[in-house]
């Protein structure tokens, strides 16, 4: 990982650029909790120029789960920057898949009021004994599927 401390006129730009934004769960936290980070991991891509098109800025969470994923992908050992470059987590906004799987995802948020709906969500979930996530889905197939 690199070690490098950005300027704050560099977390000012991408903030200009990107809003202040999770990359990878596209909610606005505060300033504070925004962590910069490469799209294309430093151990795959090197030092990156100094183009904020280089960065992205992610909460904790993400830069986390971000961290995990890449570095236990079979790119993580073969280096090779192109299979980064169609990854979910170096470009969300337009991938083929996520560290080399054939997977896609949606990363929902629920603060504040809508912590009642998550409730009610897990409560339903629970009672037809599925997972949130599959109940979520079960619910969007419906919704989708209805004519």
């Not at 120029?49 to 236990?72: I, V």
């Not at 080399?100 to 603060?111: A, G, L, N, V, Y």
């Not at 912590?115 to 599959?134: M, R």
Request: hydrophobic share 30%; with cysteine.
């Amino acid at each position: 990982m690199s070690d490098k401390t950005y300027p704050s006129h560099f977390l000012a730009l991408l903030i200009e650029k990107q809003g202040m934004c999770c990359a990878i769960y596209l909610e606005s936290f505060p300033e504070t909790s925004l962590q910069i980070d490469h799209r294309i991991p430093f151990e795959i891509g090197g030092e990156n120029t100094d183009s904020p098109n280089e960065y992205m800025l992610l909460c904790a969470s993400a830069n986390r789960k971000k961290s995990w994923s890449c570095q236990h992908c079979q790119n993580w050992v073969l280096k090779n920057i192109d299979n980064c470059l169609s990854c979910y987590w170096a470009y969300p906004e337009s991938y083929q898949h996520i560290a080399m799987q054939k997977i896609h995802r949606t990363d929902i948020i629920w603060t504040g009021d809508e912590v009642a709906e998550y409730k009610k969500l897990k409560n339903a979930a629970k009672q037809t004994k599925q997972s949130i996530p599959s109940y979520i889905k079960q619910l969007l197939y419906k919704h989708l599927n209805k004519k």
